[in-house]
């Protein structure tokens, strides 16, 4: 069972940093249709629409720059994770409980990897916060639910 629970998380790692790659390609593709359509556009003689609909492109073109500033946080998390054995909850660490599996990476939801669900979460999370310094055997309870500690990888 402990191979299998590092080989999950070996899968997790790797279907998460493709994933977070996809979305930098995805945003970086967003913001460069910002840039051609805004060097593209001429100033017509709308003159107010021009410049209403010129603003509310920078709004989206300054959304899309947040959200790849964000991605690229949760990429320089991910660089950081080693392939070491871990023996307590910290970033990481794929943690297997009662409730399910729980990778302490960074917020990326629920992943599947070869029929197995777990939750990729960020340590400073609610539910990832009380998984830290956890151990094999440790019991928690978060919103009246109680979660007991199988194995940490």
Request: proline share 2%.
């Amino acid at each position: 069972m402990n191979r299998d629970i590092k080989s999950l998380k070996q899968t997790l790692y790797l279907q998460c940093k493709g994933m977070v790659e996809e979305k930098i390609q995805s945003l970086q593709a967003n913001l460069k249709g910002f840039q051609d359509a805004a060097n593209e556009e001429t100033k017509s003689s709308a003159g107010d629409k021009y410049e209403t609909g010129r603003a509310m492109m920078h709004l989206e073109k300054e959304k899309v720059a947040h959200a790849l500033n964000e991605v690229l946080k949760q990429k320089k998390v991910l660089d950081q994770l080693g392939d070491q054995p871990m023996e307590q909850g910290e970033l990481g660490a794929l943690i297997q409980t009662n409730k399910g599996y729980f990778y302490l990476s960074v917020s990326l939801g629920k992943m599947n990897c070869d029929g197995i669900d777990a939750f990729c979460l960020s340590p400073v999370s609610p539910l990832g916060q009380n998984l830290l310094g956890t151990k094999k055997g440790d019991q928690i309870t978060f919103n009246k639910i109680s979660y007991s500690i199988e194995s940490i990888a």
